[in-house]
């Protein structure tokens, strides 16, 4: 079972992030992940009513690309100066905490990078 998160679980959730020897060295990876209005909270329970795991269901975006053949690489570029901060700003407003890609192209990451794109360890994907 399960219910939503509420102020009396920060103090043993702090606890439990600062015992994780993976999460405590995360940035920003704090109690107030778990209280973010934006995002779905939950603390799931043993049969007993106590607390097993947190979990924060957030909002992103996963972003898919297809490139038209052929298409002027300076145009490409353009295309996403000019279209990135704008998509940032109408995800940001409704909530979404992030943008996902995939890619092999070494060049796409390496502009992306320039957007403030970061490389995200261990994400691991189930289809629903």
């Keep these: ?3 939503d998160i509420t102020n009396n ?8 992030i600062t015992a994780d020897p993976y999460h405590n060295q995360q940035p920003g990876f704090t109690p107030g992940i778990f209280m973010d209005e934006q995002s779905h909270n939950v603390a799931i329970q043993d049969e007993d009513g ?11 975006v996963r972003v898919r690309i ?25 995800f940001r407003r409704a909530g979404c905490k ?18 403030g794109f970061t490389l995200s360890k261990n994400e691991y994907r189930k289809e629903l």
């Design 1 to 3: 079972m399960f219910r």
């Design 9 to 16: 679980d920060l103090i043993p959730l702090m606890n439990d």
């Design 50 to 60: 106590e607390v097993v795991f947190w979990v924060n269901f957030s909002r992103e």
């Design 66 to 90: 297809q490139f038209r053949e052929g298409v002027d690489k300076n145009k490409v570029r353009d295309a996403f100066t000019k279209n990135i901060p704008l998509f940032e700003d109408a």
């Design 98 to 115: 992030a943008f996902l890609f995939d890619s092999t192209s070494r060049a796409l990451v390496w502009f992306l990078k320039r957007f």
